[in-house]
């Protein structure tokens, strides 16, 4: 089994020296008349991430705003195809799309990644990461019950996991690490898709991600009042 140390590790290669570019990130703001965010949906499979990703990809294409989906399957079938399901398996994954997920939010794109990212410690290095660069990350919790999840399967991965013929699947045989402070919480079990959308495209405008108007709220969303109001307008 691969072995990954569980800090960050230095880079193997020596002599690298970082690309600064010679267009700033306030310009590439002003250009694509947003800032770049990278908006992590955690959850239970089931729970409604890719759902609401790719649905949000579609609102914000409308609104004429750039953005970037980066989806657990795809990134399974290529860039992480050399990766399985334990825990060191999952901390990499996590680990290159956070990598990546930066790379787009530098260039001014609002990523959607959609991960199970069972983790916390795994997503909070995501965090990490893009705040250390002066980059915005929200972590969204895709919150859904089990029994909900399961009722969905839509993937019929929860039937083959109660067989047994998946193994380390998460909320059956492998654990889920609920986020402590996730910056939007939508009970997927409780909202329509609409609201859903609804409710991370009014975080957006309210932080001034995106311009527009801000909307109001049902009680089966709840905002970190933490998350940050400020920063320059775009
Ligand atoms: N309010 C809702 N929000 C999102 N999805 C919903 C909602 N109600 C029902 N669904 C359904 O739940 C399913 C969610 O599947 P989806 O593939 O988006 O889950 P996921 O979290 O991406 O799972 P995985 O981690 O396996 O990729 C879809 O079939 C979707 O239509
Ligand atoms: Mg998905």
Known sequence: MKKFPKKTAMPKATNIKSCEGLVSIEGQNQLLHQRGITIWFTGLSGSGKSTIAMALEKTLFEK??????????????????DLGFSKNDRKENIRR???????????????LASFISPYRSDRDEVRRLHEAANLKFIEVFVDCSLAEAERRDPKGLYH???QGKIKNFTGIDDPYESPVRADLCLRTDQLTLEEEV?????????NQIIVTQCINQSDSISQNPQATRSGASV
């Open 64 to 81: 004429r705003n750039l953005s970037c989906l980066l989806d657990a399957d795809d990134v399974r079938l290529g860039m992480s195809k």
């Open 97 to 111: 799309v956070g990598e990546v997920a930066k790379l787009f939010v530098e260039a001014g794109f609002i990523v």
């Open 160 to 162: 083959k996991a109660r």
């Open 198 to 206: 609804t409710a991370v495209l009014d975080y957006l405008e309210c």
